[in-house]
């Protein structure tokens, strides 16, 4: 991204040498790998995101396009890595990770969606649905103010700010994205939800009470033997290890 910034600044070998480091992740075929792997998941959605900014440094719309195309596949409800029926989020196989691989897949995908809107790049409205449903029946379950549960944050659970704020680490840095910005990015696509959208960001920012305007009930999660029960004055969950996740 800071080529796109600074692209009037470089010279056509620097310019042709950093897209031929953005493709390294591809694959003769087209295939993304991600450490010597095929890429599924947030790791895909990393190599894809990449492979689009290649895309407008080279000024070829057919490659944006192929993955674009390729990132919105992985958008999709799955019983592979990504977004499961119940919408929490697997990563390194069947583990929950809502948090962490979770919390970048939202936060990449929604600006994603923003960006590319009103192009011919654009998400159908069906994969911006997937992802709104990701955030606010998945994730949103998962965290209280600006903090997450440890349960689905997997590594990030070592992280000193790995589970103390829900807009992520990197959400101190100017421009940085965190889910409070995912929440912004996707707000005008959430149509009769966009309140509640607006409620988890202000949540997310620290501008309201940890409590304001919660969803309040239990929430199973069936695939990732998860459950939460959410009330004004606590909330509760409990993660379980089984022969279906690790």
């Known amino acids: 991204q800071m080529a796109l910034v600074c692209e009037a600044l470089l010279t ?4 042709a040498g950093v897209i031929r480091l953005m493709k390294e992740a591809v694959r003769p075929d087209g295939a993304l790998f991600y450490s010597s792997k095929p890429a599924t998941g947030q790791n895909l959605i990393w190599e894809a995101h990449v492979q689009i900014v290649a895309g407008c440094l080279m000024g070829d719309r057919k490659y944006l396009a192929t993955y674009a195309r390729r990132a919105e596949a992985e958008m999709q409800v799955s019983l592979q ?3 499961q029926p119940d919408y929490s989020f697997h990563q390194h196989g069947v583990q929950l990770y809502s948090g962490g ?3 970048n897949f939202t936060e990449d995908c929604a600006r994603l969606i923003a960006v590319l809107h009103g192009t011919s790049f654009a998400f159908n409205p069906q994969t911006v649905e997937t992802v709104i449903r990701h955030l606010l029946d998945g ?13 689905p944050v997997g590594r990030w659970v070592a992280w000193p700010a790995g589970v103390d704020t829900a807009s992520d680490w990197r959400a101190g840095f100017p421009g940085a994205t965190g889910l409070a910005q995912a929440c912004r990015d996707l707000g005008p696509f959430s149509g009769d939800r966009r309140k509640e959208m607006e409620a988890f960001e202000s949540r997310l920012r620290g501008d309201a009470p940890p409590n304001a305007a919660l969803p309040l009930g ?27 996740a690790i």
């Open 12 to 15: 056509r070998d620097e310019l």
């Open 81 to 83: 890595e990504g977004v």
């Open 101 to 103: 691989y979770g919390a």
């Open 139 to 151: 994730q949103q379950w998962m965290i209280r103010g600006r903090r997450w549960d440890f349960g």
């Open 218 to 244: 239990y929430r199973v999660f069936w695939r990732s033997d998860y459950v939460t029960y959410v009330r004004p004055g606590f909330s509760v969950a409990v993660r379980m290890s089984s022969r279906r």
